[in-house]
């Protein structure tokens, strides 16, 4: 089973930051999963539409500037990382899982990828691209077929996993309150992957990996990984 830290290893460094990523790095997270917004032209490493909750600033991330953004603490005197910076930061080391937040963020993300991939040492399939806007995945999947991406849903839909059939994802991100047996079996029938968050008590790792879910996002990736007993010896 994968382990892919959410927003970094969130749990014990501020979320969607360079500390965050660097320790899933060092905790030997599979993947590290993060949310982009836009800002003027560039994707920026946040997870709310809000500066208030995770930084010393206030108002609409989409309403600053970066010259806003860079000064701002977003916790433990970190900075609200770019997209290319945690690229640089994580260096190719583990996997990366952006998730798309916010409108026409996926306009600006195949040329840093390109980027990330010519000038960081990369390989595409180490990127998979999510988000809960469908639409966006789509654009995405029809302007770069090989490039991987996940569909997520806070929900048990009508028809189990056809949705992400539909968009020829190639796995689907489920709410762990919402990881209905017949859902995950739906899925995975499909051939699709199934990516579950966020999960960081034991008794929930116990039952997804009962489940045979292929990954968990959690906040506390070297914690979930000696609970399922995944820890090297
Ligand atoms: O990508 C999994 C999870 O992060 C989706 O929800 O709100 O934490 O971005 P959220
Ligand atoms: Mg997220």
Redesign the pocket.
């Known amino acids: 089973m994968l382990i892919i830290a959410?927003?970094g290893a969130s749990g014990e460094a501020p979320e969607n930051t360079l500390a965050a990523m660097t320790l899933a790095v060092a905790q030997q997270a599979d993947a590290i999963?993060l949310?982009v917004h836009r800002v003027e032209d560039t994707l920026v490493v946040i997870?709310d539409r809000f500066l208030d909750k995770t930084t010393s600033g206030r108002g609409p991330v989409s309403q600053s500037t970066l010259a806003q953004l860079a000064q701002l603490d977003a916790g433990q005197g970190e900075r609200v990382p770019t997209l290319w910076q945690v690229l640089e930061c994580v260096g190719a080391r583990c996997g990366l899982?952006i998730?798309l937040?916010g409108m026409a963020t996926d306009e600006l993300l195949l040329p840093l990828l390109e980027q990330a991939v010519a000038q960081l040492g990369y390989r595409w399939e180490q990127f998979l691209v999510?988000s809960?806007h469908h639409p966006m995945l789509a654009r995405i999947k029809g302007t770069k077929p090989d490039l991987r991406i996940?569909a997520?849903t806070?929900s048990c839909p009508l028809n189990y996993a056809e949705f992400a059939s539909e968009l020829a994802a190639d796995a689907v991100?489920l709410?762990v309150d919402f990881a209905d047996p017949a859902l995950i079996a739906d899925a995975q029938q499909r051939g699709l992957k199934v990516?579950v968050?966020?999960v960081d008590k034991a008794e929930d790792l116990a039952q997804m990996a009962a489940l045979g879910v292929d990954g968990v996002?959690t906040n506390f990736p070297a914690r979930s990984r000696a609970q399922l007993g995944l820890t090297d010896p």
């Open positions: 959410h927003r999963e949310d997870h899982n998730e937040k999510s809960f996940g997520l806070a991100h709410d990516y968050y966020t996002f």
